[in-house]
């Protein structure tokens, strides 16, 4: 039987202090190995924790008096050669475990948000930087990605969106269509049942299996995994939740997906890619945004 673990890492990070959250980081790695982890997925930028580099700064992140502490948020960016990234390589390849693990990436232009799957060999098989970046907000100061990625670990299609990507039901779409089977989903804001409705059904539409892990606090958290199967063989319902958290609580969770189950009802269902009518959908790539989506 084919399966992968994923470690779902709800987990309070230390805000702006990516030395402090590399420690953190090693120490949840080593406690999903312990716990039989395939692969450990973080929060969304686990480098900063997501915390803005002034108060209010998520609603007015261009505000003019706080220029020093944007500069100095901006600087903390990380390159893919640095200690951040070589350790948690290290680490890796010493406990031939795989890794989805999340920071602020330095670029030749703007930082991303960003999010890079590395192998049970210590090697980087994707990096991804957030396509949907948050412009009303904080991530206004960012890079946005350029495309969707998957990369192959263990035999098994990997894709990866970040947080509000999670909104766009194009961002699953795409992921499907280049093969991938499970998405990783890094995240940082409240989840309510409107976005984890979004995530279900992202996996349901898609025939792909959903792993989404976010940071705790009041109405936060809910760390889940969803299975695209929500059928049996007789046609009835079945709950597709593999695995929920609360809120607030703090762990490594373990959600487990059966790929023989999985790939079995991607082959028989209709979903995914089995019946559209591309030909149709010229209209999605289309760039003119009229109203009332024109924003300033």
Not at 1 to 15: D, E, N, R, S, Y
Not at 197 to 219: C, W
Request: charged share 25%.
């Amino acid at each position: 039987m084919t399966t992968i673990k994923i470690a779902l890492i709800q987990q309070k990070a230390v805000p702006n202090n990516k030395e402090a959250n590399l420690k953190l980081a090693i120490k949840y790695i080593k406690e999903a190995h312990k716990k039989g982890a395939d692969l450990v997925l973080f929060p969304e930028m686990w480098s900063n924790g997501y915390a803005p580099p002034f108060e209010d700064a998520f609603n007015h992140p261009l505000a003019t008096s706080f220029g020093a502490e944007r500069f100095k948020w901006l600087n903390e960016a990380i390159e893919e050669d640095s200690t951040y990234v070589l350790t948690l390589k290290k680490l890796a390849k010493e406990l031939q475990i795989g890794i989805c693990a999340t920071y602020l990436s330095k670029t030749e232009q703007k930082p991303q948000n960003t999010a890079i799957i590395i192998d049970r060999k210590g090697e980087m098989i994707l990096d991804y930087a957030k396509v949907h970046t948050c412009d009303f907000s904080l991530e206004i100061l960012l890079q946005s990605g350029e495309g969707f990625k998957v990369c192959e670990f263990d035999g098994i299609k990997l894709g990866v969106m970040i947080c509000y990507d999670r909104e766009f039901p194009e961002s699953a779409r795409v992921l499907m269509l280049k093969g991938a089977e499970i998405i990783l989903v890094p995240n940082a804001c409240d989840m309510n049942p409107p976005r984890l409705n979004q995530l279900n059904s992202r996996a349901f539409e898609n025939m792909v299996g959903v792993a989404m892990a976010n940071y705790p606090g009041e109405k936060w958290g809910r760390s889940t995994a969803f299975s695209p199967i929500v059928f049996d063989e007789n046609g009835d319902y079945r709950d597709n939740t593999i695995i929920e958290t609360d809120d607030v609580s703090e762990g490594v969770f373990i959600a487990e997906f059966n790929l023989d189950e999985i790939r079995n009802y991607r082959e028989n269902e209709t979903w995914g890619n089995a019946y559209r009518k591309p030909q149709t959908y010229t209209d999605l790539i289309s760039s003119d945004v009229k109203a009332p989506f024109k924003r300033n």
